[in-house]
């Protein structure tokens, strides 16, 4: 099932829906009452917290809310009408690993005064993690995204994320782990910098629980990037190319680290854009990854 977080951007109000077909969305009630968050739902589903679907369901079908979904794109896009779509749910940390993908060590080994770190990273038994964002440094759909005014080689970088819930991957969303890759590429001891700052990382549009998505490793990555309303940069992947597995991945996440519920963990990317490319302020990215959506952010610098 895929879930999205509505606001009424008059009363303030938040509800929590769910995609009844491709073209509608419905909200999810208790009792009568609208929940607002996939955390409620959880509450609810109690030590059934993997199996989401069948806890929703027949609340959703009771519902008498629902949405036309490209009413709701529409009116997020473009910043007006009663609804716009926010984050699917609230990342209470949000971690990253580096370098899963061949093509990911091969772009950090020509970026880097120290290219033979990224080559011991893909090939070790232990992955490159890193702490990514707080909730604070997050933004969800169709919300600015940012590049620092300290770098002058900014990328995006579309992944595939995990939600976790007692350390077990309850399901999935999009990231976009910006990146400056000027800062980084000059000394990795930077990485934090380049990586953790004010709109450093997009996540959504939608939830997707884990039973709802059958094969994972087989998903479809496509990143987009327009300036000025026309196409500058357009790749696809698959995550099928991806080096290490998720559960593996969670693993080293959680070795001694007691993560908090709904860490959001991004998984690394495929898709990288030339050398000679940089964002710029007023950039359009839009990244898309199969059974879970689109998630489109402006750029601004911060």
Not at 20 to 27: A, K, P, V
Not at 99 to 106: F, G, N, R
Not at 186 to 206: D, F, H, R, V
Not at 277 to 300: C, H, K, P, W, Y
Request: one cysteine or more; proline letters at 6%; charged letters at 25%.
């Amino acid at each position: 099932m895929r879930f999205y977080k509505v606001i009424n951007n008059k009363t303030k109000e938040v509800c929590l829906t769910a995609q009844i077909n491709e073209t509608t969305l419905g909200g999810i009630n208790y009792k009568d009452q609208p929940l607002s968050s996939i955390e409620q739902l959880l509450e609810l589903a109690g030590d059934n917290f993997t199996d989401l679907d069948n806890i929703a369901l027949p609340l959703l079908n009771s519902t008498k809310f629902k949405i036309n979904l490209e009413d709701l794109i529409s009116s997020s896009k473009e910043k007006s009408g009663l609804f716009r779509m926010c984050q699917p749910y609230t990342p209470t940390e949000i971690w990253a690993a580096g370098v899963t993908y061949k093509s990911s060590e091969l772009e950090r080994k020509r970026e880097s005064d120290t290219p033979d770190v990224y080559a011991k990273v893909y090939n070790s038994d232990r992955p490159e993690i890193f702490f990514k964002a707080t909730k604070e440094r997050s933004v969800g759909p169709f919300d600015e995204i940012g590049i620092r005014q300290d770098s002058s080689w900014n990328v995006p970088e579309a992944e595939l994320a995990l939600v976790l819930f007692n350390n077990e991957i309850i399901g999935y969303t999009i990231g976009n782990d910006m990146s400056s890759r000027s800062i980084e590429g000059e000394n990795p001891l930077y990485l934090p910098q380049a990586k953790t700052y004010n709109k450093c990382c997009a996540i959504g549009p939608s939830f997707v629980t884990a039973s709802s998505i059958t094969n994972p490793n087989s998903l479809n990555i496509e990143c987009s990037i327009f300036r000025k309303n026309q196409l500058i940069f357009k790749d696809h992947s698959s995550t099928s190319l991806m080096s290490r597995e998720f559960e593996s991945l969670k693993e080293w996440l959680t070795k001694s680290n007691s993560i908090p519920n709904m860490t959001t963990f991004l998984t690394g990317t495929p898709i990288i854009p030339p050398p000679e490319f940089s964002l710029l302020e007023g950039d359009l990215v839009r990244i898309a990854i199969t059974d879970i959506g689109i998630l489109e952010n402006n750029v601004v610098k911060v």
